[in-house]
Nanobody, 124 residues
Framework: QLQLVESGGGLVQPGGSLRLSCSAS????????IGWFRQAPGSEREGVSC????????RYSDSAKGRVTISRDSTKNTVYLQMNSLKPEDTAVYYC?????????????????WGPGTQVTVSS
């Protein structure tokens, strides 16, 4: 079974940057569309960005556009989420998720494999 692991979270000051990683063992992430989601305390989980498997679109939420870039490194079997100009409202647990379907969508129900999450805290 595909097991995803997120890393790269932490504490960062407003305006700073973080790069989150989503990696897997035993399976190639190139065979999956990968989504990044986040959940702040007391809030619903929301989609941030996704990248389709094979040829297909990437997508970004309105709050992520212009600040976030999703990418793959097939040699490292990792999908990255580069986040810049971070704001306190970006504070959340960030999850990556995978589905064998393409294109990707920013909908939780599209995905059937989830990582445990990594905490991102934006605070001075």
């Amino acid at each position: 079974q595909l097991q995803l692991v997120e890393s790269g979270g932490g504490l960062v000051q407003p305006g700073g940057s973080l790069r989150l990683s989503c990696s897997a063992s035993a399976f190639s992430l190139d065979s999956y569309s990968i989504g990044w989601f986040r959940q702040a305390p007391g809030s619903e989980r929301e989609g941030v960005s996704c990248i389709s498997r094979s040829v297909g679109p990437t997508r970004y939420s309105d709050s992520a556009k212009g600040r976030v870039t999703i990418s793959r490194d097939s040699t490292k079997n990792t999908v990255y989420l580069q986040m810049n100009s971070l704001k306190p409202e970006d504070t959340a647990v960030y999850y990556c998720a995978a589905t064998g379907v393409r294109p990707c969508l920013l909908s939780q129900s599209w995905y059937n494999n989830w990582g445990p999450g990594t905490q991102v805290t934006v605070s001075s």
